[in-house]
T-cell receptor
C-alpha cells in the first residue's frame, strides 16, 4: 500500500471553476499535512499547511482534513490558467517508527492540474 | 529575506565522477533536508541534518552517498562514482528550530545529469 496516494490526473478544469484535489495517506500517526505546487522544471512551493480536522482557507485555496478517514484535500476556487501545475500532497509523522525523531515529509506522486482558458 | 539557496543549479558529470551539491538554508533555519525527484516519480526523502549532526538518513542509499552540515558553511550532499541512475533533481529544504510542526521550504534544486 502506497503511503500517500493522489490521482495522477491530469485534472482539467475550465477557468473560473473549482478544482478539487484529493489525497489519502496510510500512516495514522501523521499529524501535519501540506500542499505544494510545482511548476514544470521548478521546485515545490508550499501553498497550504493544515494540522487539525476541518477546513482551512487562504485566499482562493481551502485545505480540508479528515484524520478519521485519513483524507486531505485542496480546493482551488476561481481557477486561473496560472494555477496549472502539479500539486503535491505531503504528510509528516513527527514520531515515525524509527525510534526517534522523524521529521521527513512523505510525498504523493502529485496531481497534474490544467486550467483551460 | 533570502530563501533556500542551492548550487549549482545544473551539474553534468560523467559516470564515475563525484558530484557535490550545496545547500544554504533560509536565514534563521537550522534544519536541512535533502530530497530526490527522479523522472516520473515523486519526491523521496534522503536525509535530515542539523548543524554537525545527521538526524535521519533512512532515505540515503547505503553506498556512494553522504551528507554533511558543518558548523560553518552550507550543507553538502556528495555522490561518489556517479552512475546514470543518479540523474535526477535534488532538492534541499529547510525549516526553523521547531521542525516537528513547522513547514519546510524548498530551494530551486540541482539538476544532475550523468552522461
Amino acid at each position: 500500500q502506497k503511503e500517500v496516494e493522489q490521482n495522477s490526473g491530469p485534472l482539467s478544469v475550465p477557468e473560473g471553476a473549482i478544482a478539487s484535489l484529493n489525497c489519502t495517506y496510510s500512516d495514522r500517526g501523521s499529524q501535519s499535512f501540506f500542499w505544494y505546487r510545482q511548476y514544470s522544471g521548478k521546485s515545490p512551493e508550499l501553498i497550504m499547511s493544515i494540522y487539525s480536522n476541518g477546513d482551512k482557507e487562504d485566499g482562493r485555496f481551502t485545505a480540508q482534513l479528515n484524520k478519521a478517514s485519513q483524507y486531505v484535500s485542496l480546493l482551488i476556487r476561481d481557477s486561473q490558467p496560472s494555477d496549472s501545475a502539479t500539486y503535491l500532497c505531503a504528510v509528516k509523522n513527527p514520531f515515525g517508527n524509527s525510534g526517534g525523531s522523524n521529521y521527513k515529509l512523505t510525498f504523493g506522486k502529485g496531481t497534474l492540474l490544467t486550467v483551460n482558458p | 529575506n533570502a530563501g533556500v539557496m542551492q548550487n549549482p543549479r545544473h551539474l553534468v558529470r560523467r559516470r564515475g565522477q563525484e558530484a557535490r551539491l550545496r545547500c544554504s538554508p533560509m536565514k534563521g533555519h537550522s534544519h536541512v533536508y535533502w530530497y530526490r525527484q527522479l523522472p516520473e516519480e515523486g519526491l523521496k526523502f534522503m536525509v535530515y541534518l542539523q548543524k554537525e549532526n545527521i538526524i535521519d538518513e533512512s532515505g540515503m542509499p547505503k553506498e556512494r552517498f553522504s551528507a554533511e552540515f558543518p558548523k560553518e558553511g552550507p550543507s553538502i550532499l556528495r555522490i561518489q562514482q556517479v552512475v546514470r541512475g543518479d540523474s535526477a533533481a535534488y532538492f534541499c529544504a529547510s525549516s526553523p528550530v521547531l521542525a516537528g510542526v513547522n513547514e519546510q521550504y524548498f530551494g530551486p534544486g540541482t539538476r544532475l545529469t550523468v552522461t
